[in-house]
């Protein structure tokens, strides 16, 4: 079978979803993958997949630059005729859907959470909710990464019971992403963030809990790795002045971070399943993060780590003073209940498994 994977970026498609595509190839398939041409095009050669270059204005909202991406995935669609079509992220899911329909190519899409766009009950939340209407009325399955995103897309009538199915996020490759000593607690609790630089991240959250814990003399180090949104280098700059907060870009040995911290924070206001949580759950790194969907299922709370109200400042702050006051052990034995949490619940052989289940039922109806 052909298989055609349209995302909008290579280096999520290739970190969250490589174990999938390489089941997909041990069982005979061929598979295209549309994604926008970047530096990390050596990914999609590791997995021996056909890379076709299909650029996205991921925030853009622009109906013609949108339209424009309609039309590619059609040409794509005429030149390679795939026998399905697995769709990611939002501008995907819609327009590779809607192309899909065109041609009467069976299809499936994973909605990986809800993003900004449906926070508020706006105008462009009702562009949206009308968009996933039409693209996925006829999708023969429809991934979910949390329950409350699949009630969500239920109630505004994206999805139906028949289509609808919950995973466990993309879950987390545990052969990857094992167990790691802590440093050693030399009266300085290390704190990381792994995740793009944003509001809707909790940055805002974040910088005032360290800046509160600067003030009142705790011992700590705060790491942020991942994008950075142009409106916060300046406050960043500012903080590593400080010695508050030190952003590190973009890196790729994110397992190096993980070992050079004793907590892993992301106070996040919307999520699908945050694959940074797992990976640090993985290797046996309590957690504070946001009391949301997509965050708290990663953490058993007040035993691998702590769940806070979303958008709360003095509530992170709270716990990221007990974490700066606990000893080693008791911090160790946080990180242990971590891993096996993940062990029993996001193993990615199990969620690859049940992906591929899911779509040969949904294939053979």
């Known amino acids: 079978m052909k298989i055609l994977i349209l995302s909008n970026e290579i280096r999520g498609l290739y970190n969250f979803r490589g174990a999938l595509i390489r089941a997909l190839i041990e069982a005979k398939n061929d598979i295209l993958v549309g994604c926008p041409e970047d530096k990390t095009n050596d990914h999609l050669q590791r997995l021996r997949v056909k890379f076709l270059n299909t650029p996205i204005s991921r925030r853009s909202l622009n109906p013609l630059s949108d339209l424009k991406l309609f039309f590619l995935y059609c040409t794509i669609l005429v030149k390679n005729r795939p026998h399905l079509i697995i769709t990611y992220t939002i501008k995907c899911n819609i327009w590779g859907s809607l192309a899909a329909q065109v041609f009467s190519i069976p299809y499936v899409s994973n909605i990986t959470g809800l993003g900004t766009a449906f926070q508020k009950p706006n105008f462009l939340r009702q562009i949206v909710v009308c968009l996933y209407r039409c693209a996925l009325r006829n999708a ?14 239920g109630q505004l009538g994206f999805v139906n019971e028949r289509q609808a199915v919950l995973l466990n996020g993309a879950g987390v490759d545990l052969a990857v992403f094992k167990p790691l000593p802590l440093p050693p607690n030399d009266t300085v609790t290390k704190f990381l963030m792994v995740g793009r630089v944003m509001r809707e991240k909790g940055i805002d959250e974040l910088i005032w809990a360290a800046s509160k814990l600067k003030q009142n003399g705790y011992s700590f180090r705060v790491t942020i ?52 949580l797992l990976e640090a759950a993985a290797c046996a790194r309590p957690i504070i993060t946001s009391d949301i969907h997509g965050c708290k299922e990663t953490v058993i709370h007040g035993v691998s780590g702590f769940l806070v109200e979303k958008a709360n400042s003095s509530e992170l702050y709270e716990k990221m003073a007990t974490f700066c006051s606990m000893r080693l052990s008791d911090i160790i034995k946080m990180g242990e209940f971590s891993r096996r949490h993940v062990e029993r619940h996001f193993n990615k052989t199990d969620v690859v498994e049940a992906t591929i289940k899911a779509m040969a039922k949904s294939l053979a109806m």
């Open 140 to 153: 023969r399955t429809v991934f979910f990464e949390n329950l409350e995103n699949l009630n969500i897309a």
């Open 225 to 276: 790795i991942g994008e950075l949104e142009e409106n916060y280098i300046s406050k960043l700059d500012e903080l590593r002045r400080k010695s508050i907060i030190f952003y590190e870009g973009v890196r790729n040995d994110v397992v190096s971070f993980f070992q050079d911290c004793h907590v892993v924070v992301l106070p996040s206001h919307h999520e699908g399943m945050s694959n940074a």
